[in-house]
């Protein structure tokens, strides 16, 4: 299982990544999963105008191929700590640097952005 974060799922828009296909190409994953806190933020931002609100509004439709679950935490970020932690949780996707720490403090490895539109993971 790996579990997205908001900025991954505007990832297509903002860094023009094929954001599934560079998942796939890296590791072998059998469900995508984004805590119902990201799903908000994406619907809080997407209400927006701007860059920022097409990325949101790109990173809605992309919940599709998405399960999301509810979590204790109301904020996103935490949220996605909190599922990653969980046992079948394999990595967790941010370009959030300080979510990042987080992550990989509590032993999840991190997908992130390398390069200019490639996805490389990042060991605890």
């Keep these: 299982m790996i579990v997205l974060d908001t900025n991954a799922l505007m990832m297509p828009v903002e860094c023009n990544v094929r954001l599934f296909e560079e998942l796939e190409r890296i590791v072998d994953a059998t469900e995508y999963v984004a805590p119902a806190a990201v799903r908000d933020e994406l619907a809080k ?36 700590l909190e599922l990653a932690q969980a046992d079948e949780a394999t990595h967790a ?16 490895p991190v997908i992130s952005l390398r390069g200019r539109n490639k996805l490389g993971i990042t060991q605890p």
């Excluded at 439709?61 to 970020?77: G, H, I, K, P, S």
């Excluded at 941010?94 to 999840?108: E, F, I, S, W």
């Design 93 to 108: 996707v941010t370009n959030d640097n300080p979510l990042k720490r987080r992550l990989l403090d509590a032993g999840v």
């Design 45 to 80: 931002l997407a209400d927006g105008a701007g860059a920022e609100a097409t990325a949101a509004s790109v990173g809605q439709d992309l919940l599709d191929r998405c399960t999301v679950r509810e979590t204790a935490a109301d904020y996103a970020d935490d949220a996605v």
